[in-house]
């Protein structure tokens, strides 16, 4: 009830749905269904609706004034136990996928600082081999990455997405027209990965081996690079959890599909199940948040 008590004094706030999901980092829709939790525990209307404008009832005015109240008391009470019990730091190491094109991480990491500003955030990039390495040597408190084996019973193994590959490119190129291509299809053009330096071999045999692609690749170390080097038609950038939309003008997004069905990749929150003393339980509820699991 806390969280539905933020997010109705977000929308007062703002005086609008769609500004307070902005500010809360969800969706309208969703914030909308928690307001309207929110009204059925309590058993009252809190606004009134109004086409796409609403108004404040009088209950929901002396909520709004009151509430204000009892969710900056527990925030404070929350620091206060989280520093007594880390010693004043607290810290969260998180791994994330290097190549992953989605907001939803950058997302979930704004909205866990500004509810723990205290907290001492450790953020390192890899490609999935060298995440699962930070993991089981206990490195990292989570992981925020793609599923490549059978979960283990001794992690929290939480499935945010399950996405289609995409490829990104130029729209010059003469498949830019396409709605969707076949894994097949690629082996005859040059898929650029991105990846860490030094995980090229181990790229290469899982997308030939797993995703079935033949083709030539070419390795970049970030997503920037491999989108310059898709628009100059360099070849084809193959995109991991994509929405559909591209943050390029220059570029189009293709889904990749085999035998006419999508092609699709579950990305996860990884963390272990002995990991109780730590934030990670909170940031993985943020994360799926984002992703409105």
């Not at 490195?139 to 925020?144: A, E, H, I, V």
């Not at 899982?206 to 690749?217: A, E, H, P, T, V």
């Not at 898709?230 to 950038?237: E, P, R």
């Not at 991991?240 to 293709?254: F, P």
Request: aromatic fraction near 10%; charged fraction near 25%.
């Amino acid at each position: 009830m806390l969280r539905q008590l933020k997010y109705f004094q977000a929308v007062v706030e703002n005086k609008s749905f769609s500004k307070a999901a902005e500010q809360c980092f969800i969706s309208q829709s969703a914030i909308s269904q928690q307001v309207r939790a929110l009204e059925q525990e309590l058993g009252v209307t809190l606004l009134w609706r109004e086409g796409r404008g609403f108004s404040v009832t009088p209950a929901g005015e002396v909520l709004f004034r009151k509430s204000r109240f009892l969710t900056a008391e527990w925030d404070r009470l929350v620091k206060e136990v989280q520093e007594t019990a880390c010693g004043n730091r607290i810290r969260l190491r998180l791994g994330y996928l290097r190549s992953y094109s989605g907001p939803e991480f950058r997302h979930a990491i704004f909205a866990f600082s500004r509810c723990f500003p205290q907290a001492d955030l450790h953020l390192t990039a890899g490609n999935h081999e060298e995440l699962y390495e930070l993991l089981v040597s206990g490195r990292t408190d989570l992981l925020f990455s793609d599923q490549r084996r059978t979960f283990s019973d001794g992690y929290f193994n939480e499935i945010l997405a399950s996405r289609p590959y995409r490829i990104e490119t130029g729209f010059h190129h003469p498949i830019a027209q396409y709605e969707t291509i076949d894994a097949e299809d690629l082996n005859d053009l040059s898929c650029i990965l991105v990846c860490s330096p030094g995980q090229e071999e181990t790229e290469a045999d899982y997308y030939r081996d797993m995703i079935g692609l033949k083709s030539g690749f070419l390795f970049v170390p970030t997503l920037e690079e491999g989108r310059l080097l898709a628009a100059a038609g360099k070849g084809v950038l193959l995109i991991e959890g994509s929405t559909g939309e591209s943050v390029h003008a220059e570029l189009r997004q293709i889904p990749v599909t085999r035998r006419g069905q999508p092609l699709l990749h579950n990305y996860c929150a990884f963390w272990s199940r002995e990991d109780t003393g730590s934030l990670s339980a909170e940031f993985a509820a943020l994360l799926k948040t984002q992703f409105g699991v």
